[in-house]
């Protein structure tokens, strides 16, 4: 059985938007500083199409954090607003399953990219997404939101956070709410590289 | 002339004080637990009046926060909430200025420790803390709110977080509202050890 990880870009004030994202601003005024430390590294390019780029420990961070992912969970505003950044070769390449209210047709991309819509709650998105993943992990993506439901729900076993160099000042935190019970968490590792911290932990159950 | 400094412990999901903090509980509720990487080291204890205790990166890192500190500042609820809890010998050592509404005789404690209680805001409780200090550091001790303050007016040098492996849910956040504007930073360390990640930035002024 695979883990139910989150793995985010994040300022060292707790955002991982930006304010009035938006479709035509996925992650929100400033929030594209927050991801500056992937967009020149090989394994980011590769997964999103291009060539070229740098290898160094941030890009086998990212790559490992991928490596394991067998399914996607994601909330229906971050699909709404990326899914056009995604274009026609999204970088999931595993079957994604969106929570949403509004029934819809699976959605096909390249690179083995599905997107299926859950209208039947958060549970029962991630019930699809272990079933599709197999041994593999399940990635809660985003947004802010859907992550911290399952937080709430002590569904999370590990989280992944690479914290960018900015207090952002506003936007969305990654743990607004997630239900005002403290959750321990034993880290794994500590990692520094030039651009970002990336601090990797797992959540101690109770 | 020396840095206006912040050093603060802090969960993952950014708070420094648990919830219902007061003189009965100076750290609110779980706060303590963002603490808990000092407790034994010699450096911490030293400080604090005690013997024994291990030596370690850690208490290389917290010695090094107060070496260069030559005057704190600190809000008015924070010195209600602790200074029972800080006794007859208080950790500072140097003089504190408490920016606060109401008038009071100044405090003097065993350890060059006093309390200077400075009436007319927080520009001119640095001003004061600036004069004590001559070349060395300012810190800027908390609560939150006066972390903000001096944030949201552009009059912090240097910031380090010490990041406890947990997520508390509640309490006051160190970054809760810092004016809006986002803050370039940049990264002067990262240093892992067991029990806590220590972030050190220094601010980069437009």
């Known amino acids: 059985m695979g883990n139910v990880t989150v ?3 994040m300022s ?3 955002f991982i938007t930006g304010a009035n994202a938006s479709a035509a601003l996925p992650l929100g005024e400033g929030g594209d500083r927050l991801h500056q430390w992937l967009y020149n590294l090989e394994s980011w390019r590769k997964r999103h199409g291009m060539e070229g780029g740098e290898r160094n420990p941030d890009a086998d961070i990212f790559e490992d954090a991928f490596k394991n992912v067998g399914a996607v969970v994601m909330g229906r505003n971050m699909f709404n607003h990326a899914v056009k950044a995604w274009g026609d070769n999204p970088p999931f390449r595993v079957p994604v399953f969106v929570v949403t209210h509004e029934q819809g047709e699976p959605v096909t991309r390249k690179g083995d990219t599905t997107f299926t819509f859950v209208t039947s709650g958060f549970h029962q998105a991630l019930v699809q997404a272990k079933a599709a993943a197999g041994d593999k992990d399940v990635s809660i993506a985003g947004g802010a939101n ?3 439901q399952f937080f709430s729900a002590g569904l999370i076993d590990e989280i992944q956070v690479h914290i960018a160099p900015i207090l ?5 935190r990654l743990f607004q709410y997630i239900g005002g019970q403290s959750v321990e968490l034993q880290r794994l590792w500590a990692v520094e590289s030039p651009c970002v911290s990336h601090l990797k932990y797992r959540v101690v159950k109770a």
Do not use: A, T
């Open 168 to 172: 952002l000042g506003k936007g969305r």
């Open 146 to 148: 859907i992550i911290q």
């Open 7 to 9: 793995d985010m870009s």
């Open 12 to 14: 060292l004030d707790g």
